[in-house]
């Protein structure tokens, strides 16, 4: 089974999202994002992006699957049409250890799981979660789905960026390693 890494960017209070979308509109957090999950650790390798069904179904078409990236979603309906290329599990833990054997496990680098809140919260107790990745956004932006409360003793955080001033919203960046 693979070692994960997840990839957030949350509210005050803990907010991913509202109405199945995004409630805030910062261009660097979509950087962040993109350059951490399509940058492979080493030439010749492919990053994973592993989401939930309704994440997928949230992805604008354009953007749908995420470029650069293999994608795998994750849903219990084993018949769920996902185009060519797009890998299917039912649980993180089938859609790690697929990602860990055969071809994929040469061809793929660092697994990214990207939401949405349900799957963070099974990703957050997981016991191969490595690092997490958090954009900070300083404002309640009334969302409805939320990421879930984790234990700060289990991580220690190896980054901090500043906080920047934003059009609508101040962010700021941090990763934090697992220790636990």
Known sequence: MRQ???????????????????????????????????????DGKINACVMGRRTWESLPDSYRPLPDRLNVVISSNPDYELPEGVLLAESLDVALTLLAQGDLASRVGEVFVIGGAQLYGTAIQHPNLQRLLVTYVWSKTNCDCFFPEWDGDSFVGTYASNVYVGAKHNYSFKVFQKIK
């Open 4 to 42: 994960f890494n997840i990839i957030a960017a949350m509210d005050i209070e803990r907010g991913l999202g509202k109405d199945n979308g995004i409630p805030w509109h910062i261009p660097a957090d979509m950087k962040w994002f993109k350059v951490h999950t399509s940058t492979p650790i080493a």
